[in-house]
């Protein structure tokens, strides 16, 4: 299995409070990518990195920011969590080498009260 | 904007049977094309990788194929086992490349009944 990690797994938190996630890899991707997965969906991108520092929205990026000081951490934010933002949230990971194959970590099960 | 349809949505077959599933896409300018498995409260597990020079990949009792130009791609199961109950899923990355996320289908939910 590639080496990525999330934290924390699982996380219950108010309206309005602020929300860091955490992914971790330990394979020297380049590339790094955070999706939603939410019943009727499916999974949708939200944010990726193409290098530290390099970062740009996807698909569903209103209400998130996030972060990239290091190849190994991406760091998701929502700066006000709202009861939409309730979700299983999946970080990737991919690079070149392996024509771009993504892997997946185990997820983040968020809930947002 | 790239759109991933997956037939049939659920599908359950007794064990032995070779089964098709099915995913199509909109915009044939893909990159690649990620087969995975999703277990009930679990990740995702790739299962396949097709380039988009390639027609088919192969693993075990998976064969994977794609029809570029008309935009589509299946996954062969050969052999079924009750271990093979799982959702899969059909991913597109278009030929930006690395630098774009996938494009996810909404799944197949399989069953395979002992």
């Known amino acids: 299995d590639a080496g990525i990690t999330q934290s924390p797994r699982h996380k219950v938190t108010e309206t309005g409070t602020p929300v860091t996630l955490r992914c971790h890899q330990t394979?020297?991707?380049?590339?790094m990518y955070w999706y939603r997965q939410d019943p009727g969906h499916g999974l949708r991108l939200i944010h990726y990195?193409?290098?530290?520092?390099?970062?740009d929205k996807g698909e569903v990026s209103d209400g998130y920011s996030v972060s990239r000081s290091k190849t190994e951490d991406f760091l998701l934010t929502l700066e006000s969590a709202t009861s939409s933002q309730t979700s299983v949230y999946f970080c990737?990971?991919?690079?070149?080498?392996?024509?771009?194959?993504?892997?997946f970590g185990p997820g983040t099960r968020l809930t947002v009260t | 904007k790239q759109e991933v349809t997956q037939i049939p949505a659920a599908l359950s077959v007794p064990e032995g049977e070779n089964l098709v599933l099915n995913c199509s896409f909109t915009?044939?300018?893909?990159?690649?094309l990620q087969w995975f498995r999703q277990d009930p409260g679990k990740g995702l597990t790739s299962l396949l990788l097709i380039q988009s020079s390639q027609r088919e990949q192969t693993s075990g009792r998976l064969n994977a194929s794609l029809d570029k130009s008309s935009g589509r791609s299946t996954l062969y199961i050969a052999a079924s086992q009750p271990g093979d109950s799982a959702t899969y899923l059909c991913a597109v990355l278009n030929s930006g490349g690395g630098a774009d996320g996938l494009t996810f289908g909404k799944g197949t939910h399989l069953i395979i009944q002992p």
């Open positions: 990195s193409y290098g530290v520092k390099d970062t």
């Open positions: 990737a990971i991919s690079d070149y080498r392996g024509a771009y194959e993504q892997y």
């Open positions: 394979e020297n991707h380049r590339y």
């Open positions: 915009d044939s300018a893909i990159y690649n």
